[in-house]
T-cell receptor, first 112, second 114 residues
Framework: QKEVEQNSGPLSVPEGAIASLNCTYS??????FFWYRQYSGKSPELIMFIYSNGDKEDGRFTAQLNKASQYVSLLIRDSQPSDSATYLC????????????FGTGTSLTVIP | DAGVIQSPRHEVTEMGQEVTLRCKPISGHNSLFWYRQTMMRGLELLIYFNNNVPIDDSGMPEDRFSAKMPNASFSTLKIQPSEPRDSAVYFC????????????FGSGTQLSVL
């Protein structure tokens, strides 16, 4: 399977701070990039997606993509305790079908 | 709108028994994926279907695992015989295959093989 790498953490930030989550991928043919949030005991939930180089903002979340460096990141501004979860990076390629590969996730704890 | 529906939510069985997991994708979605999640390996893609046809089953760990999608609204993942190392959470997900589409996950099946 294609490689998607994330720092496993855990990452701890104080409430109100910016949390920065990083992901690298090995397949240069990858075309779509996603961030999922997974609370303990729950299923992954899509929170951001990005297809083009640059930044994409949605509320407190910003996804950043650099295809040349094969790097995608997620910034969470004004972090809240409710943001405490595992964040999964997923990469998709339609070159050979419609496959999605996930990193192992980064555990984030926001400290009140 | 109902999301991806999986059953059962929990399954406890003994080694050697057959296990069948079920999934109903979101209506109108034409891609369906089976993932397995463990602490050690994270989310692993087992198999996926486009328009009910298996496209890639290279992630299926062994011949003990099989998956079917007889129609657009139903899929099964079967393990026969089950082994303790199969214990994991199995997720089904669906998407609309037009390239770069988003995955929506079911609530998962927690499988414990004793």
């Amino acid at each position: 399977q294609k490689e998607v790498e994330q720092n496993s953490g855990p990452l701890s930030v104080p409430e109100g701070a910016i949390a920065s989550l990083n992901c690298t991928y090995s397949d240069r043919g990858s075309q779509s990039f996603f961030w999922y949030r997974q609370y303990s005991g729950k299923s992954p939930e899509l929170i951001m997606f990005i297809y083009s180089n640059g930044d994409k903002e949605d509320g407190r979340f910003t996804a950043q993509l650099n295809k040349a460096s094969q790097y995608v990141s997620l910034l969470i501004r004004d972090s809240q305790p409710s943001d405490s979860a595992t964040y999964l990076c997923a990469v998709g390629s339609s070159n050979t079908g419609n496959q999605f590969y996930f990193g192992t996730g980064t555990s984030l704890t926001v400290i009140p | 709108d109902a999301g991806v529906i999986q059953s059962p939510r929990h399954e406890v069985t003994e080694m050697g028994q057959e296990v069948t997991l079920r999934c109903k994708p979101i209506s109108g979605h034409n891609s369906l994926f089976w993932y397995r999640q463990t602490m050690m390996r994270g989310l692993e893609l087992l198999i996926y279907f486009n328009n009910n046809v298996p496209i890639d089953d290279s992630g299926m760990p062994e011949d003990r695992f099989s998956a079917k999608m007889p129609n657009a609204s139903f899929s099964t993942l079967k393990i026969q015989p089950s082994e303790p190392r199969d214990s994991a959470v199995y997720f089904c997900a669906s998407s609309l295959w037009q390239g770069n589409e988003k995955l929506f996950f079911g609530s998962g099946t927690q499988l414990s093989v004793l």
